[in-house]
C-alpha cells in the first residue's frame, strides 16, 4: 500500500500569512493527488484534484502543486474560516489512503 | 445537488454486526462515471478507506485489506442507496463513518457522518 505523509503536523498562522504544507507519497502516484478540508464534526471537502486543479467554488487562495511523489498545498492569504484539518489523499492505487492531517489554527 | 444522507445506529454491541446505509438524492448508485465508498475516522486510524460498490455494466467491488475479511457493501437499486455491513465488531471498530461519491474529481461529495460507538 502507498503511504502519504505530510508536514507539519500542526501550525499557527496569522490572518493573512501565507501557510503551505508538504505531503509525500511512499512512491510515485503522478498527480493522483487531492486536498481535503475538514472542519470540527463535518465531513471532509474536496478542495484540490489532481493536485493542482481547483474544485468550483472553492476561493482562489487554495492552491496545490506537485507530482511524482512530493505536493505542496497553498493557502496564499489566511482567513478565520480557514482552520481546519488539511488532509492529502492519494488515488493512483487501491487503497486510497490519506495522510495523517495537519491542523491550521488562528495565532 | 448531489447529497448523500446516511443513517443506521451509534451503538452496536461487540460480536455483532454494524451497518449503516446512505441514501442518494441528485444521482444514481447504478452511475457508469462514480463509485460509492465508505470510509472511517479514528484519531487512532486516521481517515481510513473500507470499500467501495460501482458499476460498469456490471457491479464491482473493492475492499480495505484490513477489512476484507468481515465487510460488505452492497447497492439498492430500488431505493438509490447503498450500504456498509461490518461484521464482527470490536471497539476497534469504534469511529465516524462516512459515506463518499467518488467521481473523475475525487471524494466530491460526503455524507454527514455517523458516530458508531461499539459497547457492551
Known amino acids: 500500500d502507498i503511504q502519504m505523509t505530510q508536514s507539519p503536523s500542526s501550525l499557527s498562522a496569522s490572518v493573512g500569512d501565507r501557510v503551505t504544507i508538504t505531503c509525500q507519497a511512499s512512491?510515485?502516484?503522478?498527480?493522483?493527488l487531492n486536498w481535503y478540508q475538514q472542519k470540527p464534526g463535518k465531513a471532509p471537502k474536496l478542495l484540490i484534484y489532481d493536485a493542482s486543479n481547483l474544485e468550483t467554488g472553492v476561493p482562489s487562495r487554495f492552491s496545490g502543486s506537485g507530482s511524482g511523489t512530493d505536493f505542496t498545498f497553498t493557502i496564499s492569504s489566511l482567513q478565520p474560516e480557514d482552520i481546519a484539518t488539511y488532509y492529502c489523499q492519494q488515488y493512483d492505487n487501491l487503497p486510497p489512503a490519506f495522510g495523517p492531517g495537519t491542523k491550521v489554527d488562528i495565532k | 445537488q448531489v447529497q448523500l444522507q446516511q443513517s443506521g445506529p451509534g451503538l452496536v454491541q461487540p460480536s455483532q454486526t454494524l451497518s449503516l446505509t446512505c441514501a442518494i438524492s441528485g444521482d444514481s448508485v447504478s452511475s457508469t462515471s462514480a463509485a460509492w465508498n465508505w470510509i472511517r475516522q479514528s484519531p487512532s486510524r486516521g481517515l481510513e478507506w473500507l470499500g467501495r460498490?460501482?458499476?460498469?455494466?456490471?457491479?464491482?467491488?473493492d475492499y480495505a485489506v484490513s477489512v476484507k475479511s468481515r465487510i460488505t457493501i452492497s447497492p439498492d437499486t430500488s431505493k438509490n442507496q447503498f450500504s456498509l455491513q461490518v461484521n464482527s465488531v470490536t471497539p476497534d471498530d469504534t469511529a465516524v463513518y462516512f459515506c463518499?461519491?467518488?467521481?473523475?474529481?475525487?471524494?466530491?461529495?460526503w455524507g454527514q457522518g455517523t458516530t458508531v460507538t461499539v459497547s457492551s
Open positions: 512512491q510515485d502516484i503522478s498527480n493522483y
Open positions: 460498490t460501482y458499476y460498469r455494466s456490471k457491479w464491482y467491488h
Open positions: 463518499a461519491r467518488a467521481s473523475s474529481l475525487g471524494m466530491d461529495v
